[in-house]
């Protein structure tokens, strides 16, 4: 079944192609008019969609060679995310699925990030636990069985990504953060600041207090070295979810863990998770990077996967700004 997937919840417009599990085309475009602001502005991000969103579906179907009248289901990022942005790519969507007569299904972002696994080679046995981790998210859920979920734990204020960007802001470097923290972390000492580790309790998240330190840190030492500076910062960051993650491994005693999301594609991420699963015998599953960040294929796979179970979305389904995973039933 050829199916096209449309996300664009934040900053990234992107679609996808797939027939069943195979990626025919999976594009994004991102948006680099909000480097000069150090974050996104929503309406910004929204006008850019408008733009791009035509093109770029002409791309796709060029690069995956299929012609428009072929694709057989349209799928679409439904939330969470920025109303204006989920607002452009629903109903582009429903124009599509009305335009061509062809069935539309929503999808939530966040059970969009965990069908990215499902590109891998080997795809986790039910139940696992997955870790959603990016500039918007921090989440630990449990994953029963398929369209199943229990959120275990999540951010009490900012998610991992946002405070990367946050970071990577007060040491001069450009939007989006994280690949520039990691890269100027490559050449620091990650023992040479002590950054507290954050601890909530329990299963949640908690970044304000860790970015603070670095706040009053920086303010402290104006002769600091960016170098080591981003090495500490990022050290305590993934050490916090590496020591949350254990802790949730423990209490549900999963043999598969998956982490997904745009922070996930950092390798020192990679590093600490592939020894945590040597140490306590787990199987780890990471999407490769395309399928990391967002993007329209895990959309595509995620709603062909819904579509099979329930059948298509009624056309009215609107945006909505938060919709934890739990909570989301027959569309």
Do not use: W
């Not at 079944?1 to 192609?17: A, P, R």
């Not at 690949?179 to 002590?194: C, L």
């Amino acid at each position: 079944m050829f199916t096209l997937g449309i996300e664009t919840s934040c900053d990234e417009t992107s679609i996808g192609i797939i027939k069943d599990n195979r990626v025919l085309a999976n594009i994004v475009s991102s948006q680099i008019a909000h480097t000069r602001f150090g974050g996104v502005v929503p309406e910004l991000a929204a006008r850019n969609h408008i733009k791009i969103l035509l093109p770029l579906m002409n791309l796709a179907l060029e690069s995956a060679k299929v012609g428009l009248n072929k694709i057989e289901l349209i799928s679409a990022t439904r939330g969470p995310g920025l109303l204006g942005s989920l607002l452009t790519g629903l109903s582009f969507a429903k124009s599509l699925a009305i335009g061509l007569s062809k069935p539309f299904i929503g999808v939530n972002h966040l059970e969009g990030h965990i069908y990215g696994l499902f590109f891998n080679k080997e795809i986790p046995e039910y139940p696992y636990l997955v870790l959603i981790v990016s500039g918007g998210h921090t989440e630990l859920i449990f994953v029963e069985t398929e369209f199943k979920y229990r959120t275990l734990g999540r951010t009490l204020d900012d998610a991992c990504g946002e405070a990367f960007d946050k970071v990577a802001k007060m040491l001069g470097l450009p939007y989006p953060g994280g690949p520039y923290i990691e890269k100027m972390a490559k050449e620091g000492d990650a023992k040479k600041i002590r950054f507290p580790v954050p601890r909530p309790g329990r299963f949640n998240f908690s970044y304000a207090g860790l970015k603070t330190a670095v706040l009053y840190y920086l303010k402290d030492h104006r002769d600091y070295n960016i170098n080591d500076v981003a090495a500490s910062f990022q050290e305590s960051a993934l050490e916090h979810l590496i020591q949350v993650s254990k802790k949730a491994i423990e209490y549900t005693g999963v043999e598969n863990f998956g982490v997904v999301g745009g922070v996930s594609v950092n390798n020192r991420l990679k590093e600490k998770f592939q020894k945590l699963a040597h140490a306590m015998g787990f199987k780890l599953f990471i999407p490769e990077a395309q399928f990391c960040t967002d993007n329209g294929a895990m959309i595509a796979l995620a709603g062909l996967r819904r579509y099979k179970r329930f059948g298509p979305s009624d056309i009215s389904v609107d945006a909505v700004a938060r919709e934890p995973l739990e909570l989301i039933s027959k569309n």
